[in-house]
């Protein structure tokens, strides 16, 4: 009899086989309780005993189909479940249904009303009945899905009622599995069995069943659609491997085995499954393979063949250290053997005639002691004398930037261990340590004055240092930048005061600010001036440095003062550091500086004035509202006393002092904006945007009026576009305009699509068009009238949105041959803050226009970026436009520009992974059209050029 579920459908279940709708159709009847679930299945008895082969396997899929359509939420009863799992146990034994009864079981498996009872009754009837290496790949991955299902719901569960069985029954599943997909599942499950069941019985089974693996060898084809690579099965693979230190005998040998090989990618996998197994093993299971572990391990960080490798086995060697220093102090025999020889070892190459070799064996004697503080001890009683001695013995400049090096990593070394305990340990050795770095950092040689600065600040950062050394340290660094021509000493006495400003920032004032001061005025001010930025970590120490460039910005070095300033400005100490501090010690010192300046010489430079608006931007922008306006009311205060408020200004007056509360308007907390918001004064700014005779005043006004009506809930911006759609196209109109949709946009403002479509309209003018697209392009399309640090408020994908909003204008006017430029120019600044899928949904209607976009003079490189990220992303759409996108390419190949010309031969390079018959028409013109570019005057468009003509012979010898 048919379902009763669905009456209007054919009378016989054979009529139904390959009905797609029925199984959403009875998942709603059954969820509506217009059926059963018993009646469902009863009515299912006939087909699902079938002797016909296609109708029993139909039958069966359309109960799991059924069951996993209705999911977890569906209620079941216990008896049901059991029942149901009963059913698809002893179809696991029907080939035909095979899939379907997985399928089935996986249903069940999550429903809440499987028991730990079912769980048994799965797991052992898929253990017995099923061959799973015999299977097809599919069928053992939902095997593998039940299995981990069913272990997450119920690990102590299975535990107690299986113990062993399961053991096995997962050693079955996985021995000789080969397909990724199908690894990836056996490496997620193993080290859950491993965890939580007993292993005694199958260590060595279960060692055998994932060490075959070892090394992964695998290669994903091109473009591999399932994404599994050789780092995802090596990193299941460690952790499988690493699970138990009961497989330690076992594991050790065959890594260390692995370690001799002469392949590289073997020894890296082996250092790192190393590392693993380092971590989890424990110090008994280590102990007896110490000494084997610390000589394979010294000889691949001095002698392997790559940096990498040597990196990998210092690490590891390290990780080996801090497992032994675990032991128990009546038995750290092995720690003390594997310490001592390494340091017999390391001392016998210090006197080493090559520099490499010293420079090796003190990594090694690093790692050693990065590894424990007892180790560390050790080492540094070892060998800090020797170095010293070392040192004073050779004259050889290499031998003794490599001893200083050593020494440096020693002191880093010892930084690793509690603060405490690292001024303990190299206590006994300052003096030594300090001297020698001293004596490197003072030298004449280059290489050797860099190796020693760099010493000082490490050992500055250990806080072991007492402060009259800290003192001297200090002079050296000041001498190193101030004094010294070469600019590589230079750059590291800047790296090492930045360190002494940090810890130290009384110290730092005292005696490198100080030189820095004494000398800044003389013939290293450009220098000096770009160190002090560099130099200065510490809020303090920024103040002070703000400050004594502000009493030059009168002098002849205004413009690098100003720079400098800017650059303090943007260092993160200041962005979190004390308010108050940021309030009185730059901001209105600089404000009274700036209006001073402009008092003094009304044509004050924008090479000066820029930057300082620049930075006090930037500080206003970190303080917090009650300093902002605080602030703001001294600006006021300091510009015109009988203002009173911000708003009262008068914008009109000629002078350009009005650009700083105009500036600085735009920085402040939303709530502030609030007070700007009137009608009034929005009316002001619009004013002084449109007829200002001063571009800069205008430009300042347009970004406070669009961040007015960006912050200010309250604010109208009926008015303003009123006014500014009346004098629409003018250049100044349009300018403001743009701002204040961008604006509008940002914060979704019921105005911003009227905004928005007079934006359109200005585009389909053919004079204004070229305005407008600039205007979208700048501004529009990333918000660029509103910096991110300006406290805007920016909804969720509005730059999408305005990409939706505008292309179908675009793709309509592009129609028009003159307005074509000025699509392509909007189009160019709306791509870049597309997300890609969204892009390439809308591919097919705007590729003419990117094509399009390639014959502009002033094509941008990252339209070119774009074509070469659309090989991978979109082939088949770039595929059919591949003739004209190669012609308009090899005619880049001439532009003006090199960066252009280097994009569009990375560009040509990304085609050909192509299709082949794409592209063999064009391969022998792209060949010879290449050869011109072997002629470039630029040697990187001539090395680029080689790479692309070689990947196009390729194309060619097809």
Known sequence: A????????????????????ATRAISDDLRSKKIDIVDFVGNLGEPLSSVNVQERSWACALLAGVLSKLGAAFPLHKSECTLLCIFFCDRLQDIPCLREALDGLAAMVAHPACSAENAEQVLRAMFSELNFQAMAQDLRQRGFRAVIALLDKFPGELRDRMGHDFVFGVVRMVDGEK???????????LPQVIANFPIDRFVEDLFEVVAC???????????????????????????????SAEFAPSCLDLLLEKLDSSVESSKQDSLECMMDCLKSYGVAAIQPFASRLAAALRIESVHAATVPLRTTALAVLSQLTAVLAKAPEADDSALSVLVDEMCREVARHLADHEAESVALHGRLAAAIATGAHAACARVLAALVGLLAAQYHKTEAVANRCALVSVLSGLVAASQRHIAATSSALLGPYLDTIFSVLQAAAENSAVDLSCSGLHGLSVLLA????????????????????????????QDEGIAAANVLCSLHPLVFLNQVFARMQQAIDGEHAPRLYKALPRAVSQIDAAVAAVSFCITRLSGPHAELAAVCIDEIAALPALQTGDAKALLDGCLLSLTHATVAAESASPLFADAVQGPLLHAMGRLLSYIPVGCQQHYLDAVVKAIDPTAGTLAAIPLAQASRVVLLPLRLGASVHRPLAAALASADYTAVLTETALSHSDQAVRAAAILLLASVLNKADAADPTPVLTRLDALLPDPAALAAHTAVTAALLMRSHRAAQGALARLTEILAIPAAAEAAATAIATQLAGGAALGAAAHVAERPLFRQRVFMELEPVLIQLYANPTLRPACVRALEGLLPSVPQQVLLDELPKILPLLLDSLSSTTVSPAILDLFSTLVTAAPAVLGEHVGNLITSLLDLLSHQKMVVRMAALATLEKLTELPTHKLFPHAGAVVRRLGKALDDPKRFVRARAVTCRTAWYGITAH
């Open 2 to 21: 048919p379902c009763v579920s669905l009456p209007s459908m054919a009378a016989t279940w054979r009529d139904w086989y390959g009905e797609e709708d």
């Open 179 to 189: 397909d990724p997909r199908c690894l990836m599942l056996a490496f997620t499950l």
């Open 462 to 489: 250990s806080s072991a240092l007492g402060m009259p050394v800290i003192v001297i340290a200090s002079r050296s660094i000041a001498t190193a930048i101030v004094d010294v021509a070469e600019t590589k000493i």
């Open 213 to 243: 693996y070892f090394p992964i060898t695998f290669s994903p084809p091109p473009n591999d659609p399932i994404g599994i690579t050789k780092d995802d099965l090596a990193r299941g693979l460690r952790n499988c491997l690493s699970a």
